[in-house]
């Protein structure tokens, strides 16, 4: 079964005996977080170093997506992985992927998916965290970034589908910030039109504890390329509103 390794990683998995599926399938290492049982089977993920490189091993057994396209089911890492490559050709800034491989051993269908790690860089959730303490400079370098990145998304043709903060991540400081994406699993194209932007834009606002209204019309306003005062910041703000009070509602 052919596997992906990225061009730039090739070399160095291969001087640390890592580039292939079984070579990462059976490297030993301590888990970042509980692993996830939720759809029968097992996923992990485990941090892995490799002189200055840092990378993100994911392994997972018999966890799998189904869709009309895999009525029995792939790994949800298959399905992240085309979703990386999809940002990749559509210049979305993401998560990169260094090696993805599947197969099928003894009735289990397994599935190893390497990303490089995103150090130096902060998801929004935690920055979120000492939002108060950051310089107003840097606290609209943050919202202006995450703005255009949806923006980016949008105008690619793709709902993220789990835009939550801690799924942002940022660098920089009030002198410019950039910012991209992980956890792709839920990407689809757009097919909704701006319901499908709402429902992005709506999942983030609701859980911008920090941001005060100002800072959301800038957020929309910054989105739409628009000026604040403008009627399509306006219209845009009511449809976010009714959303989210549908969401509070519920």
């Keep these: 079964m052919s596997d992906f390794i990225a061009c730039e990683d090739r070399?160095?998995?291969?001087?640390?005996?890592l580039a292939s599926f079984?070579?990462?399938?059976?490297?030993k290492l301590e888990v970042v977080d509980e692993p996830n049982?939720?759809?029968?089977?097992?996923?992990?993920?485990?941090?892995?170093?490799?002189?200055?490189?840092?990378?993100?091993?994911?392994?997972?057994?018999?966890?799998?997506?189904y869709s009309i396209l895999h009525p029995f089911g792939e790994?949800?890492?298959a399905r992240e992985f085309r979703n990386i490559q999809r940002y990749a050709a559509l210049r979305i800034p993401a998560l990169q992927a260094a090696f993805f491989g599947e197969r099928k051993v003894s009735?289990?269908?397994?599935?190893?998916?390497?990303?490089?790690?995103?150090?130096?860089?902060?998801?929004?959730?935690?920055?979120?965290?000492?939002?108060?303490?950051?310089?107003?400079?840097?606290?609209l370098a943050l919202l202006r970034?995450?703005?255009?990145?949806?923006?980016r998304l949008h105008d690619a043709g793709q709902l993220h589908g789990c835009f939550y903060p801690k799924h942002i991540f940022?660098?920089?400081?009030?002198?410019?910030?950039?910012?991209?994406?992980?956890?792709?699993?839920?990407?689809?194209?757009?097919?909704?039109?701006?319901?499908?932007?709402?429902?992005?834009l709506e999942t983030l606002i609701r859980r911008a504890d920090p941001w005060r209204r100002e800072?959301?019309?800038?957020?929309?306003?910054?989105y739409l390329n628009m000026p604040l005062e403008s009627a399509a910041v306006v219209q845009w703000m009511g449809l976010l509103d009714r959303r989210l009070h549908h969401k509070e509602a519920r």
């Design 75 to 77: 790994p949800t890492f």
């Design 107 to 139: 009735g289990e269908l397994r599935a190893v998916l390497l990303t490089h790690a995103l150090d130096g860089w902060d998801d929004l959730y935690a920055l979120y965290q000492r939002w108060g303490a950051l310089s107003p400079e840097h606290r």
């Design 11 to 17: 070399a160095l998995l291969g001087e640390h005996g």
């Design 215 to 222: 800072d959301i019309v800038t957020f929309v306003a910054v």
């Design 145 to 151: 970034a995450s703005a255009e990145l949806a923006r």
């Design 37 to 65: 049982t939720e759809r029968g089977g097992w996923s992990d993920v485990c941090r892995l170093e490799l002189g200055e490189r840092a990378y993100y091993l994911k392994r997972q057994s018999n966890h799998l997506t």
């Design 22 to 27: 079984e070579a990462l399938w059976a490297l």
């Design 170 to 200: 940022l660098r920089g400081d009030g002198g410019g910030c950039e910012a991209c994406l992980i956890d792709l699993e839920k990407t689809r194209p757009l097919l909704l039109g701006w319901r499908d932007r709402v429902k992005d």
